[in-house]
């Protein structure tokens, strides 16, 4: 069982792979907030949210993850959270982006399985 109320931000447009990451990752004990797009995730920091670590989809509507990325970067109360692009196949450009930019990790959607994602989020917690 993971350390119990440690924060994560799950900022994924695909429902799906959101909800699979959020059931595996509340099942270990992990206290999940969702956001469907960049717009929400600043809001949920506008909010006073600090999550200890966010799973950052690179591809989203109305603000992209490097965008994000860039924002919280800029901020003294976000730019410590740890992030983990999460990221399609053909995008290693954007992944060489968010490495720079900050991002702690990534990993490509199609190549991990939810058990893989969870021990991700543990080596960066």
Avoid: C, W
């Amino acid at each position: 069982m993971a350390d119990n109320n440690k924060k994560i931000l799950i900022a994924e447009d695909d429902i799906f792979v959101a909800d699979i990451y959020h059931l595996k990752l509340t099942q270990e004990g992990f206290d999940v907030t969702m956001a469907e797009d960049g717009q929400a995730v600043m809001k949920k920091f506008e909010e006073g949210y600090i999550p200890d670590l966010m799973l950052l989809d690179i591809m989203m509507p109305r603000m992209n993850g490097l965008e994000v990325l860039a924002e919280m970067k800029k901020n003294e109360k976000l730019k410590d959270i740890r992030v983990i692009l999460l990221s399609n196949l053909s995008q290693k450009e954007e992944i060489k982006e968010g490495m720079a930019l900050g991002a702690a990790d990534y990993l490509v959607k199609s190549y991990f399985t939810p058990s893989e994602v969870l021990k991700k989020v543990e080596e960066n917690l």
